[in-house]
């Protein structure tokens, strides 16, 4: 009677794996390839060659990238090189990429960048924060920005097991599978949410005291990464990864895919959700984010390269 016992709970054990593993298949797109759309007039960014997570645009056509990143589960081809932030002029023709120095004190040796945001207050100074990985640890770096000599200035390091505010901390959404990249309106009414493993971008409503409504949820049946607003158009462009499994099970000979998905109208009852760019990894793996600015469109990746491309 024991053993019929241990093999019926070793039965329900292997039936629940294999249900969360075809679960897992499912929720990561396993099976999934893409057909190539690629605008005529692209090329890649020769000096970036280590990924380019996250990409953020000032209103005047520079761009900050954070590039080097390493993490746990993750491909990385310079593993002893340390993370950087590239600066890129989108107003030039044949946009030049510089890697911006740091002063005040920082240690470079143990950057790590993830994401990244822009603040300009209301002298215009420019401040960046990234979120970095020393250690494997999460802080959050901010530089001032100092656009005449092009360069960062290190200011502080944000440490907090939580990274919560120092005076208050509170929900204000719920109801995520895996809430990943963040941003807001340019009216700064809403806030769009892209929920990665449930394939979909949650519109929220902000309220003065922060709290969120939710209003829609937009199902885009591809893993969402990092939003950005397009400033002309209030677009929604949407960094994706159309096959995660190939992601995270790296093979070189059948690299991850990239996707770029583009939301109009998305306050609208049928937002219409279009594909801006699309590859299976001949050109570009592992998209994360897109940006636009003036028609011109830069497109990163987790762990590989960087794609300009006029629209």
Known sequence: MGKLVALVLLGVGLSLVGERFLEF????????????????????????????????????????????????????????????????????????????????????????????????DKDHTVYLYVVNHPHMKSTVEIFKFEEQQRSLVYLKTVKHELLKSPREVKVVATGFSSANGITISADQKYVYVADVTAKNIHVMEKHDNWDLTQLKVIHLGTLVDNLSVDPATGDILAGCHPNLMKLLLYNPDDPPGSEVLRIQNIMSEKPRVSTVYANNGSVLQGTSVASMYHGKILIGTVFHKTLYCGL
């Open 25 to 120: 298949r499912e929720r990561s797109n396993a099976s999934r390839e893409v057909e190539s759309i690629e605008p005529e007039n692209c090329h890649l960014i020769e000096e970036i060659e280590n990924g380019s997570e996250d990409i953020d645009i000032l209103p005047s056509g520079l761009a900050f990238i954070s590039s080097g990143l390493k993490y746990p589960g993750l491909p990385n081809f310079a593993p002893n090189e340390p993370g950087k932030i590239f600066l890129i002029d989108l107003n030039e023709q044949k946009p030049r990429v510089q890697a911006l120095e740091i002063s005040g004190g920082f240690d470079k040796e143990l950057f790590n960048p993830h994401g990244i945001s822009i603040f300009i």
